[in-house]
């Protein structure tokens, strides 16, 4: 597809991270009548779980830096029927009023913040008094032994890995300190954890990969032959770990998280 962000709505929405908006947005239980705010929305998954909860008086805002996962999440939305206002902007630089949202969800998104708590104490900031911030980040590399081992292959190859960014707040005190520092208080983590069947074992890893190694200063500078040499090496490093994760076709991986709720 010519939009990459296209792909990420047809093939990682459905099978990760529908999942995890579903249970993000009914833990965060948003009422009728609230204004919500999907912070880095992407393609607007969260948004659109969230729209149908608050009925004709509420309203829902997503706001994402890329241009691209705005228009899927657009069109998306008015294929539903949904009514979302979409927004372009930086999480460290709110477009919005002091205490303009009763709820700022965020999914798998502060971990690339440039500025986190920047964006935190943004976060703060528009919430009203009483309101409240729901997000999820992935627990440590630790916890999931085949993006180790890609980290590992792919650190081999090219000499170094962006997958350590990806899983960069999996620890829970971390996680507990920034939230504190931009003063939340009554801050809460729970350990949650998923299992996602991707399809398709040989394109799941070869997007994988150059999802994964695209932001290496190595890799930019390659013509597209050097780039798939590159890939298909690290595929074939990958051959051993992707059997490992691969049942009826399906590649079967379980997910950890950190869910943190504070006000």
Wanted: with cysteine; net charge negative; aromatic share 8%.
């Amino acid at each position: 597809m010519s939009n990459p962000a296209e792909s990420y709505e047809s093939y990682m929405v459905p099978t990760l991270f529908a999942p995890w908006a579903s249970h993000l947005v009914q833990s965060a239980n948003p009422q009728p009548g609230e204004r919500v705010l999907d912070l880095a929305c992407g393609t607007g998954i969260v948004a659109r779980y969230v729209a149908p909860w608050l009925g004709a008086k509420g309203a829902v805002t997503g706001l994402d830096l890329n241009p691209h996962m705005l228009a899927v999440a657009r069109a998306a939305a008015e294929r539903q029927g949904l009514a979302v206002e979409w927004r372009e902007g930086r999480a460290e630089q709110l477009p919005f009023p002091d205490g303009s949202f009763d709820l700022v969800l965020c999914q798998f998104a502060l971990m690339f913040f440039a500025d986190r708590p920047t964006a935190l104490a943004e976060i703060h900031r528009v919430l009203k008094n009483g309101g409240r911030l729901w997000l999820n980040v992935w627990q440590g590399l630790d916890r999931h032994a085949f993006y180790q081992t890609l980290h590992n292959v792919i650190q081999q190859r090219l000499g170094m890995s962006a997958l350590q960014d990806i899983f960069a707040l999996g620890e829970a005190d971390r996680l507990r300190t920034l939230l504190a520092g931009a003063g939340f208080e009554r801050v809460e983590i729970e350990p949650v954890s998923l299992t996602a069947r991707f399809p398709d074992p040989a394109g799941f890893l070869a997007g994988e990969i150059d999802l994964d190694t695209a932001a290496i200063p190595s890799m930019q500078g390659l013509d597209d032959q050097a780039r798939q040499a590159i890939i298909a090496a690290i595929s074939e490093d990958m051959k051993a770990p992707l059997r490992e994760v691969t049942q009826d076709d399906h590649v079967v991986i379980q997910f950890h998280a950190y869910v943190a709720h504070a006000g």
